[in-house]
Nanobody, 122 residues
Framework: QVQLQEPGPGLAKPSQTASLTCTLS??????????WSWTRQPPGKGLEWMGA???????YYSPSLKSRTPISRDTPKNQFTLQLSSVTPEDTAVYYC??????????????WGQGTQVTVSS
């Protein structure tokens, strides 16, 4: 069974770059037909899909975040990483890594990590 593990909670200061790495077990990040997403939920708000990297390595991004959220992968380590640059307090959220058969991760489908809290504060 596929399991996704995000890092522990973190704190970042405004304008810094936050990096989150999701580690996959029970499967391969190159499994045909799957997309590996980052989705976040700010306090009091709904889920926001940020972007995904496909089994092929191709990347997809939310238009509103594209320039700030490159996603990469380390295939031998079975990991994929989100880098969020120039963070602001509005980036404070619980961040989830997700496996889905669609590019945009769906709330009630796929495999989700447990989520990790990222807080941006000076």
């Amino acid at each position: 069974q596929v399991q996704l593990q995000e890092p522990g909670p973190g704190l970042a200061k405004p304008s810094q770059t936050a990096s989150l790495t999701c580690t996959l077990s029970g499967g391969s990040i190159t499994m045909n037909g799957y997309y590996w997403s980052w989705t976040r939920q700010p306090p009091g708000k709904g889920l926001e899909w940020m972007g995904a990297i496909a089994y092929s390595g191709y990347t997809y991004y939310s238009p509103s975040l594209k320039s700030r959220t490159p996603i990469s992968r380390d295939t031998p380590k079975n990991q994929f990483t989100l880098q969020l640059s120039s963070v602001t307090p509005e980036d404070t959220a619980v961040y989830y890594c997700v496996r889905d058969s669609r590019v945009i991760a769906r709330a009630d489908f796929g495999s989700w990590g447990q989520g990790t809290q990222v807080t941006v504060s000076s």
